[in-house]
């Protein structure tokens, strides 16, 4: 029966700290993510303004030229963009949204900065969309700050929250 017990309560206090793990990493993802992104934007930036790469080819260059953590919503984007011809751009970053609040861990204004370049790319010449680029680059990196204060804020609170509700659970049930 002791054996038991002590089997119970290293399996609550696992279970719980792993949940805890869990809801912190997620900010720790976010902030990577977008830094993987702002990367990735900057190779988008390059083949675009500098490169004159039509758009499908440029998304796929990125695909292969950044992270694979977050470069492959670009290579979705641009299969998006090839199987639907008369489709729209913004059409083809709004299918990827799913994707970035799920798997990437992104908040609604890093999806919305994303959806945005949607809107503005490919809408005018080079010398705009270098102009629109950079305005990207300074709002990505207000989202990177408020992310790292969130991440330094958060991650340790619901990594030891985890630990000691675990600890609390065990505590009501001896």
Do not use: W
Request: proline share 2%.
């Amino acid at each position: 029966m002791p054996l038991v017990k002590l089997f119970g309560s290293i399996l609550i206090i696992i279970s719980t700290s792993l949940i805890g793990f869990y809801y912190g990493g997620k900010y720790t993802d976010r902030l990577s993510n977008l830094i993987y992104l702002e990367q990735c934007f900057k190779i988008l930036e390059t083949e675009i303004v500098y490169g004159a790469n039509p758009l499908p080819e440029a998304l796929t260059n990125v695909y292969k030229k950044g992270n694979k953590k977050v470069s492959f919503v670009f290579k979705e984007i641009s299969d998006h963009l090839k199987a639907n011809k008369n489709g729209d751009l913004f059409q083809s970053f709004y299918s990827v949204v799913g994707i970035l609040r799920n798997s990437l861990s992104l908040k609604d204004e890093d999806i919305e900065l994303f959806l945005s370049l949607g809107r503005v790319l490919g809408s005018s010449d080079r010398k705009d969309q270098e102009k629109n680029f950079n305005f990207l680059f300074k709002q990505i990196s207000v989202l990177q700050r408020e992310a790292k204060i969130e991440k330094d804020k958060n991650e340790k609170l619901y990594k030891n929250l985890g630990i000691l509700s675990g600890i609390t659970i065990l505590i009501i049930l001896l």
